[in-house]
């Protein structure tokens, strides 16, 4: 039976992250997750990928860094490293559910997993480099603005031991690695797919045992390149990957592929006035790049309604969707269109895809200055890119000059 006031939530603050949180999603669905799926995003994704995260996720929620005054007492602008760390803690404030299961969008969830709503606030597994922690990407919680108060409290006084969300809930919910057994997870609710091997022997035991599979480490599955025709991973840059691992990458992408992408091509049929700079078109072998280009400035869906049911093989059917049936016909990708004068931004990614290879590039951006300005005055700041302090020494050094 469905329930209605629990939910599975993820996150995801931009459009590369937003693949991994589809497939997370769709992996949910597959599996028949009793609760609701909730994606929680922030303001640089894009309005293409929210729609397309409305057709996975039940409730897709922004969540605001700049408008929260708990986020300028933490003189955020001081950390800005902090910044996904907080939007994290941003779970807590979900109080229209009852209790919710985190998972971090570099998660796969291989069996249903239901059951960890049998445990209550903090449950975790151990993290593979240091088991006395348990490891942030898959936990259960109880919302509750007092706990998300005293999480930023507790930011806010100590800092995080590792600059990040895993640090500070370790040191907040410290009695994790010795109070109460029931909370500490099984290893199979979040084995980290690059570190099972250290102990191979337990990975023949109990690997096929697995219930979530996590990619944790600065390598993404999207990060890979995909064969459809081969259903695998290229091998080319992949040598180092060890096997099991490689099984793991492959079960992501073959859900990316059959279920993922023909969600771009049905909002494309769908949506064409929301998105009119849209166009689709069919490339050969080995073509190396495609791009997807929208004009739509994202209204910000509290709650965007989408379809609810598992959308495998959902490609509609026409010559501008992915068919996932016949990986020889000819495929098909979103292409580039330059977008109306005064349009909004561009997508944040590119879906690079032939006929026998797939890959999700992260797109730099030229902006004019216009934009520029405006994302500045909007608080969409890159800190560790162009508006890097050291970037902007160098302007006003110049401007002194
Ligand atoms: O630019 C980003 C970075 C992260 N995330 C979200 O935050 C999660 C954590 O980041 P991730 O790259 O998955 O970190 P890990 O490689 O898993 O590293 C570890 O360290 C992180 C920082 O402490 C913890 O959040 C993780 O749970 C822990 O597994 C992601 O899955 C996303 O849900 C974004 O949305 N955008
Ligand atoms: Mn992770």
Same mark, same amino acid.
């Given at each position: ?22 497939v997370l999603?769709q992996s949910l669905r597959n599996q028949r997750a ?69 998972l971090?969008?570099d998660t796969l969830v291989l069996s249903n997993i239901d059951d960890l ?21 898959v ?47 099984p290893f199979i609710y979040n084995l980290s797919s690059?570190?099972a ?6 990975f023949?035991?109990f690997g096929s045992s697995a219930k979530v599979v996590h990619f ?5 599955p ?22 099991q691992q490689?099984t793991f990458l492959n079960l992501w992408?073959t859900i ?24 689709? @078109?069919? !490339?050969? %072998? ?6 997807? $280009? *929208? +004009? #739509?400035? &994202?209204? @910000?869906? !509290?709650? %965007? ?6 959308? $495998? *093989? +959902? #490609?509609? &059917? ?84």
């Amino acid at each position: 039976m469905p329930v209605s006031d629990q939910a599975f939530v993820t996150l995801a603050t931009n459009d590369m992250y937003c693949q991994g949180a589809l497939v997370l999603g769709q992996s949910l669905r597959n599996q028949r997750a009793t609760r609701k799926l909730v994606v929680l995003i922030t303001l640089q994704v894009s309005s293409l990928l929210r729609v397309i995260l409305s057709r996975v996720f039940d409730e897709v929620i922004e969540v605001n860094l700049i408008d929260s005054a708990d986020y300028i007492h933490l003189a955020f602008l001081k950390r800005p490293e902090l910044g996904v760390t907080l939007t994290k803690l941003h779970c807590w404030t979900l109080t229209h559910y009852t209790k919710c299961v985190f998972l971090d969008a570099d998660t796969l969830v291989l069996s249903n997993i239901d059951d960890l709503f049998d445990r209550g606030e903090f449950s975790a597994a151990p993290d593979p480099g240091w088991p006395d922690c348990f490891n942030s990407g898959v936990f259960v919680f109880q919302p509750s603005l007092e706990t998300h108060s005293l999480l930023l409290q507790h930011a806010t006084d100590h800092g995080s031991f590792d600059g990040a969300d895993q640090g500070l809930l370790n040191s907040f919910f410290s009695s994790w690695s010795t109070a109460d057994i029931h909370k500490h997870l099984p290893f199979i609710y979040n084995l980290s797919s690059n570190t099972a091997y250290t102990y191979s022997p337990a990975f023949k035991q109990f690997g096929s045992s697995a219930k979530v599979v996590h990619f944790l480490g600065s390598t993404k599955p999207w990060n890979y390149t995909y064969n459809p025709q081969t259903g695998s991973v290229s091998k080319e840059g992949s040598s180092l990957v060890p096997e099991q691992q490689m099984t793991f990458l492959n079960l992501w992408w073959t859900i990316y592929h059959q279920s993922i992408l023909p969600l771009y091509g049905s909002v494309h049929d769908e949506d064409e006035s929301t998105f009119p700079g849209h166009t689709a @078109c069919s !490339h050969g %072998v080995g073509v190396p790049c495609a791009n997807s $280009a *929208h +004009s #739509a400035e &994202g209204q @910000c869906a !509290h709650s %965007v309604p989408g379809a609810r049911e598992p959308c $495998a *093989h +959902s #490609a509609t &059917g026409s010559s501008q969707s992915w068919n996932a049936e016949d990986p020889l016909e000819p495929t098909v990708v979103v292409d580039e269109t330059p977008p109306s004068p005064g349009a909004g931004r561009l997508e944040d990614v590119n879906l690079a895809i032939s006929v026998s290879e797939i890959s999700i590039e992260e797109k730099v951006m030229e902006l004019s200055p216009e934009e520029e300005r405006r994302q500045w005055e909007e608080g969409r700041i890159d800190y560790m890119g162009k508006d890097a302090f050291a970037r902007i020494q160098e302007k006003l050094d110049r401007f002194l000059q």
